[in-house]
């Protein structure tokens, strides 16, 4: 048998050679991830204690911010240890449940996004039966499956990288334990859980965009039909932003995880994850909340 070191300890090289820009850049991700914690707690607080913002596009908005401050809270502080110390240690066991829950929030965000394209779909293609289809009783289903699946589905992804061997190397070229990084350092066989991690990535990541796809180009359809210019912007102001960072978050979700190559740079990879692990949970609360004149309007009432 070889001799082998067991790994108990991790250390993420994150970004190097920063020099005299690693105060600015410190202090950058510090006010976006103040910013990302106070736009998401302002939205969940919002919508649980106001009367006017109940309906269910608002109640899963809720879900979204929950799911965005999550992912923020688990990853910008690691991210901001790494950029001070040029590296940080975790140890194993906090480098595999970190990974979990960074998977379990991003799966869980494109189950909304996805009940929310349906939500968007309903409203314009269907008006008349909205109120009846999209129940209080449906919305809190939605959420609970989205919630179960998030969690089950990663889970089911986690137990073969986490019952790895791990030995004599322990360092990865990233800000936060990703899951194809942390693969490399394994010393036992990884091929059954890159497998399953890629057909679980596209059976969540594809097929999710394509039915957030198919939903838009019903509501493009729907859109068309409308006779008064007014009518139809405003119908397309509701959909454009949630298009926009969409594209976004699958376009660099599927570059990420679903097609990984042996030759993708990892710098490259390394400046995609922060698209979604820092930039998305900053930007989502703006573009699908805050510019809400619903939310506006309850803000100003509580004040």
């Not at 499956?145 to 986490?162: D, G, K, N, R």
């Not at 409308?226 to 509701?238: D, L, M, P």
């Amino acid at each position: 048998m070889q001799n082998h070191s067991l790994v108990t300890e991790i250390f993420l090289v994150g970004f190097q050679h920063l020099h005299n820009f690693k105060i600015l850049i410190i202090s950058l991700i510090l006010l976006i991830h103040i910013l990302t914690i106070s736009e998401n707690v302002l939205v969940i607080a919002l919508v649980t204690v106001s009367r006017g913002l109940q309906s269910p596009m608002f109640f899963f908005l809720r879900q979204l911010s929950i799911s965005d401050l999550l992912e923020s809270v688990v990853i910008v502080p690691t991210l901001l240890r790494t950029v001070m110390n040029e590296g940080a240690k975790i140890p194993l066991i906090g480098c595999i449940v970190q990974l979990y829950l960074f998977c379990a929030t991003e799966t869980l965000q494109s189950f909304l996004l996805t009940v929310m394209s349906y939500d968007r779909y309903l409203a314009i293609c269907n008006p008349l039966h909205y109120s009846s289809i999209m129940n209080p009783k449906l919305s809190l289903k939605l959420i609970v499956m989205s919630w179960l699946l998030a969690l089950s589905l990663t889970l089911v992804a986690q137990i073969p990288a986490a019952t790895q061997e791990f030995c004599n190397q322990n360092t990865i070229n990233h800000f936060f334990c990703d899951f194809f990084p942390l693969l490399e350092l394994s010393c036992s066989d990884t091929s059954l859980a890159q497998i399953l991690a890629v057909s679980l990535s596209f059976l969540v990541t594809v097929l999710a965009f394509l039915l957030i796809v198919g939903s838009y180009i019903c509501i493009a359809h729907e859109i068309l039909k409308i006779v008064s210019s007014i009518g139809r912007q405003k119908a397309f102001s509701t959909c454009s932003s949630h298009l926009a960072v969409v594209s976004i978050f699958y376009g660099t979700l599927i570059v990420t995880y679903v097609v990984p190559t042996r030759n993708q740079s990892q710098t490259i990879s390394k400046h995609l994850s922060l698209l979604y692990t820092v930039g998305t949970p900053f930007i989502n609360p703006m573009i699908y909340s805050l510019k809400s004149e619903d939310m506006k309007n309850a803000l100003k009432n509580i004040i």
